[in-house]
């Protein structure tokens, strides 16, 4: 329906009606996916999209990618699967795993253990 004929039919819902509804939808199917209870889902997801609709009402919201989050995710396995005693050996296999070049990985490795450092208690 084009935006023109939206406005002159009064059964039509606002296009952010819409909106909230696909958000809603979209937040109840990865709480499901996470075990949640269907009730349960549906409620949650209800009180999540009134919550962001109070919060952000009127406002444009830029949500990022999360390519940061999988790339800290890809280097802690790569730490994890690496084998310091067969080092050349094990860097090698992570790089055609990952599909990255060996240096990549090499830096990969060291952005790892310094993140992990970081969070050691003082």
Known sequence: MDPAQRKRDPFTAPKYVETLAELQQHIHGHLANAGVA???AKRL???IVDGLSTSYAGRQLYVPAG???ATEARNA???NEYDPANSRESVRR???KYLLS??????????????RR???PH
Request: glycine share 0%.
């Open 38 to 40: 269907d009730r349960e």
């Open 45 to 47: 997801s209800a009180c």
């Open 67 to 69: 390519k940061h989050r």
């Open 77 to 79: 396995a790569m730490l």
């Open 94 to 96: 992570l790089a055609a």
């Open 102 to 115: 060996e240096i990549v990985v090499y830096r990969c490795l060291a952005t790892e253990r310094a993140r």
């Open 118 to 120: 970081a969070a050691l």
